[in-house]
């Protein structure tokens, strides 16, 4: 089986000590590919970097909306130069964040829009972060239409997952689904149709049940894959074939 991570941060710190060999384990357990999307523009030319030195690793830039406190005019303007010099694959992570409640709406509505204006412009899918604020981003990316994309993490409505499907987005799965307690993303995982799907691990975060209170890694996404099949009462093939397939769609991965 070739599994792709749609989503793992494996250029933060969390990962110095044991890059390399988290890497190795990961392809060993089929792990062909890793999109590993940026939070701040602190962290861009390490993450553009560490993708460089690996043909399997697909960068992807953005400004976090948990992050807004690190973000600045100027980046928007490295931002823009930087899609255009180092063609990165997707804009991300990019979003609005309501679960937390002291980060400005304002604010971070201002970034998403800049932000889906260089995705616009420069024909790139986006990488959405979206906790407690799926109508509000379906209203926004409705207005700022870009080529698709995926919405990392989702745990929003049948409806909600609708909308995203029309306007050309797959919905991540990830360790969540692991779970017992989570039943209803796997009704979620279980009800959408399987080119709507693409597997994650949101590596460092979101760990799979069977390393629960330890760091996540990318090694650990044939858990998600076979959580998502038993959902889904598919053979395991079948389902990294389809959702591998639907990676490489929705982000023209090389």
Request: charged content about 25%.
């Amino acid at each position: 089986m070739e599994l792709i991570d749609t989503h793992c941060h494996l250029d933060l710190p969390q990962f110095d000590a044991d890059r390399s060999a988290v890497l190795a384990r990961s392809r060993r357990n089929g792990v062909c590919g890793i999109v590993v999307p940026g939070i701040a523009a602190g962290g861009w030319p390490g993450l553009l970097e560490l993708c460089a030195a690996h043909a399997d690793l697909y960068p992807a830039l953005g400004m976090h909306p948990v992050f807004i406190g690190r973000h600045r005019t100027a980046h928007l303007t490295q931002l823009e130069q930087l899609a255009k010099d180092t063609k990165p694959i997707a804009i991300g992570e990019i979003g609005l964040d309501y679960y937390i409640h002291d980060l400005d709406r304002t604010t971070q509505q201002r970034w998403f829009e800049a932000q889906l204006e260089v995705a616009r412009l420069h024909a790139l899918p986006v990488l959405l972060h979206v906790r407690k604020a799926h109508d509000q981003v379906l209203d926004t990316l409705r207005r700022i239409r870009v080529v698709g994309g995926i919405a990392h993490a989702f745990n929003g409505s049948l409806e909600q997952a609708g909308r995203y499907l029309d306007l050309g987005f797959k919905l991540g799965f990830g360790g969540m689904l692991t779970y017992q307690r989570s039943t209803r993303l796997r009704k979620l995982g279980q009800a959408l149709p399987i080119d709507a799907l693409v597997l994650e691990t949101d590596a460092p975060d979101m760990t799979v049940a069977s390393h629960r209170g330890e760091r996540n890694s990318p090694e650990y996404l044939p858990e998600c894959l076979r959580a998502l099949a038993a959902a889904r009462g598919e053979d395991p093939e079948e389902v990294a074939a389809r959702t591998t397939c639907n990676a490489h769609r929705v982000l023209a991965l090389r």
